[in-house]
């Protein structure tokens, strides 16, 4: 029997978006991160761009905070869906490799579901260089190019029928980013990275449970998140997926403009 169609950026209740999916399991980690590590280096109400918005979980999440969020996506239709769920959040549809804003425009950009997606990280990591003012930080989350990491992107989620979330093609060895080749990249362009910190299931039977209950249509994406209960991992190896913060050479403090 076919499995369910597999659409992202849909506004089918029939088809699995395991974009959105995944935006929704890794939400209350990629908060946790940015409470932890990047609210006390930029001022209150700082200005924040989410790049790879999607349908606004992570913006949405952002403002929550107290952050003035605007939220960039290559998708036309993700951008759409956010723009109709999230208020006071400016959408704006544009790729990663072209932000369509001024330099220095913002004290905190956080990338997501960017770095494993771009063939391009060099421009990527350009352009946010050029849009983050002076002591601005970039926060990041990104898939690491292990054998665990190739099990569960490339088979996993997108090769083996019974437990697919994705498209073919979504994700490629090539795009899976090493912490050491992030960094290089950031170096590159200015952006002096700090520790990277892992991230995982607290449960792998629960993670694997619930993406099976969703495809069979039991689960909301929002009620895959709070079963996954994805945790930080400071202390061990980022096996399979990773968050990581860099900060750009200027003032020591952000204030409000």
Known sequence: MAGPRLE????SADAIDGRHLRAAAFHEVRLQYVREIALDRVSPAARALVVGSG???????????????????????ATKLARESVPGVD??????????????????????DTFEITGDLDGVLGEVARVL??????????????????????????????????????YAAARLRPPGEVRAALAAHGLSGGQVC????????????????????????????PLTGFVLDPDGPPVVTYLGWASKAGMERLTDR
């Not at 349908?55 to 036309?76: F, H, I, M, N, Y």
């Open 198 to 225: 892992g991230f995982r299931p607290a449960s792998i039977g629960r993670l694997v449970s619930a993406v099976l209950r969703r495809r069979r249509g039991l689960l909301t994406d929002e009620q895959v998140g």
């Open 133 to 170: 003012r002076p002591g601005g930080v970039l926060v990041y989350d990104t898939v690491n190019r292990t054998v665990p990491a190739r099990v569960v992107y490339l088979g996993a989620f997108q090769g083996v029928p019974f437990t697919r979330i994705m498209p073919p093609g979504r």
């Open 55 to 77: 349908r606004g979980v992570l913006p949405a999440g952002l403002a929550g905070l107290g952050l003035k969020v605007t939220g960039v996506d290559p998708s036309a239709a």
């Open 91 to 112: 959408f704006v549809t544009a790729p990663s490799e072209e932000l369509p804003f001024p330099g220095e425009s913002f004290d905190l950009v956080y990338c997501a």
């Open 8 to 11: 992202l950026d849909t506004r």
